[in-house]
């Protein structure tokens, strides 16, 4: 089975800065990685799909790259309301992976 | 539009079996989707993939669940369903079900809206 290694658990980051979140597959998957942002008592909100294509309405800060094993989620510029816990997804197969997600928090 | 809405107790003692459904509206459970799955987080962490069901009936499990779980569907009833045996604490979690949306690279998840399941005795 393919798995997901997400990195960092957490990070904290001042308002502005840019934010970077990792994704790795432990085998190629191509394109098939999606990433969603979750807050609290919320479900999962999807961001990017196809590891680069910004979902309609996300802000346009919230980008995505990488291809193969290697992905990124970054986000330019943070804001107070991009505080949530944030979660790739690999999306090649109905074996669902998820990665084990990254906390976003402001300094 | 495709709708998703999972049902069941809240409340499972330990060692029983957990049972949830999901209603699925807007759409036939036989066309909408190739497959349908099952997602759980338990309070305050990651996200966890329990098994998948196509609509003719084959069935894929996250190996640590595999031993516990059922997936099953009544597309008579635009149904599917979960249950998980013998629970613990440790299996205490919001469950979602869901399904895939959009092809190939697009492909992403339509979740439903999540039901608290609690195994406290």
């Known amino acids: 089975d393919v798995q997901m290694t997400q990195s960092p658990s957490s990070l904290s980051a001042s308002v502005g800065d840019r934010v970077t979140i990792t994704c790795r597959a432990s085998?190629?998957?191509?394109?098939?990685l999606a990433w969603y942002q979750q807050k609290p008592g919320k479900v999962p909100k999807l961001l990017i799909y196809?590891?680069?294509t910004l979902q309609s309405g996300v802000p346009s800060r919230f980008g995505g790259s990488g291809s193969g094993t290697d992905f990124t989620l970054t986000i330019n510029s943070l804001q107070p309301e991009d505080v949530a816990t944030y979660f790739c997804?690999?999306?090649?197969?109905?074996?669902?992976?998820f990665g084990q997600g990254t906390k976003v928090e402001i300094k | 539009q495709l709708q998703l809405q999972e049902s069941g107790p809240g409340l499972v003692k330990p060692s029983e079996t957990l049972s949830l459904t999901c209603t699925v509206s807007?759409?036939?459970?036989?066309?909408?989707?190739?497959?349908w799955g099952w997602i759980r987080q338990p309070p305050g962490k990651g996200l966890q993939w329990i098994g998948s069901?196509?609509?003719?009936?084959?069935?894929y499990y996250n190996p640590s669940l595999k031993s516990r779980s059922t997936i099953s569907i009544d597309t008579s009833k635009n149904q599917f369903s979960l249950k998980v045996r013998s629970v613990t604490a440790a299996d205490t979690a919001v469950y979602y079900c869901?399904?895939?949306?959009?092809?190939?690279?697009?492909?992403?998840?339509?979740w439903g809206q999540g039901i608290l399941v609690t195994v406290s005795s």
């Open positions: 069901i196509y609509y003719r009936g084959s069935t």
């Open positions: 869901a399904r895939p949306s959009g092809r190939g690279e697009m492909t992403t998840i339509d």
């Open positions: 997804q690999k999306s090649n197969s109905a074996l669902w992976t």
């Open positions: 085998q190629a998957i191509g394109n098939y």
């Open positions: 807007g759409g036939s459970i036989s066309s909408s989707s190739d497959y």
């Open positions: 196809a590891a680069s």
